[in-house]
């Protein structure tokens, strides 16, 4: 009979060896990830730090200014009243737009058509985001091309304002836009959480008594706050980079209620060829987005419900 002694090195591999090997294997098939991920992230983030630290117009030397370009970017009004701006719109459009997503998904889960529901809700989030910004750039026109505004002196007399011109109601206007463009994703992620819910638990709720609106709010939203606390960090991100729909459906230039943080950068970068005050701007907008998640993600733990 064989002993452990007569059986050969060969037939079984030391641990050692096989981890190597499949160390070997996990770089080879990690590479080509690792590779993009080298040159399209960490490069190009290298790049605008070191930018930042510099003025440069793009041509000829560079001059290095260490944190200046921070300092005068955090002190210029202008870039301030962005800063100011860009939250505004993002306590405008998070609140109502997943509120209302939700009001939504409630009202079509377990329906009948919900599927054709789905579809209409979501062509909005497919569709270009110029042509929903030309759109609503004819819809909020404060001339007899306005369709709100003509509806509004026809139905009840009164004059609607320059949601476009005014810097006062920009940000509504902009928020509402966006609202509208990004309802359908929303609205497609909340009724996913919802048909996740186990029904024997909202049927045990009904039967101890409780009624729609107790079962909402005690069952209901503790579990899908996973769903919830995801889009929140999602549509607060996307806020803060709001610049395409705002850039087509109105000249920042020409208003200062609509100029965003991505818009000073645009500005500093391609219009006034300031690469290190706009490479400086990117980063605040990158350190401030990371800030609210990080705190996003410290809440989180009080208000979200992983166990179902």
Do not use: C
Not at 123 to 130: E, G, I, R
Not at 230 to 237: C, E, L
Not at 262 to 267: A, D, G, L, M, P
Not at 276 to 293: P, W
């Amino acid at each position: 009979m064989a002993t452990i002694a007569d059986v050969s090195p060969r037939a079984v591999p030391a641990p050692r060896r096989v981890r190597t090997r499949d160390g070997w294997w996990a770089a080879f098939f990690l590479a080509p990830q690792l590779a993009a991920l080298v040159v399209f992230l960490v490069v190009p983030l290298g790049f605008a730090v070191v930018l930042a630290m510099v003025q440069w117009d793009g041509f000829g030397q560079k001059t290095w200014v260490g944190f200046g370009n921070f300092a005068a970017q955090l002190t210029d009004p202008g870039f301030l009243r962005a800063v100011w701006n860009t939250v505004k719109l993002a306590l405008l459009t998070v609140p109502i737009g997943l509120g209302l997503a939700l009001a939504i998904a409630v009202a079509l889960n377990n329906i009948k058509g919900s599927d054709v529901y789905r579809v209409l809700y979501f062509l909005p989030v497919v569709t270009s985001s110029v042509a929903v910004a030309l759109m609503w750039q004819i819809i909020l026109a404060d001339d007899d091309n306005g369709v709100l505004n003509a509806s509004l002196r026809r139905w009840f007399g009164v004059s609607g304002p320059d949601w476009l011109g005014d810097p006062g109601w920009v940000i509504v206007a902009i928020a509402v836009v966006t609202i509208w463009s990004s309802l359908g994703l929303n609205v497609v992620i909340f009724l996913a959480g919802l048909q996740t819910i186990p029904p024997q638990i909202l049927e045990a709720a009904r039967i101890d008594g409780a009624g729609a609106w107790r079962t909402f709010r005690s069952v209901t939203l503790p579990l899908l706050s996973p769903t919830i606390f995801f889009s929140t960090v999602v549509a607060v991100i996307s806020s803060f980079q709001a610049f395409d729909q705002i850039y087509v459906l109105l000249d920042p230039k020409d208003n200062v209620g609509a100029q965003t943080i991505v818009y000073q950068v645009y500005k500093l970068g391609f219009k006034d060829f300031q690469f290190g005050m706009s490479s400086a701007a990117a980063l605040i907008l990158l350190v401030l987005t990371l800030l609210v998640t990080l705190v996003q993600f410290a809440a989180q733990k009080r208000l979200v419900h992983y166990d179902s």
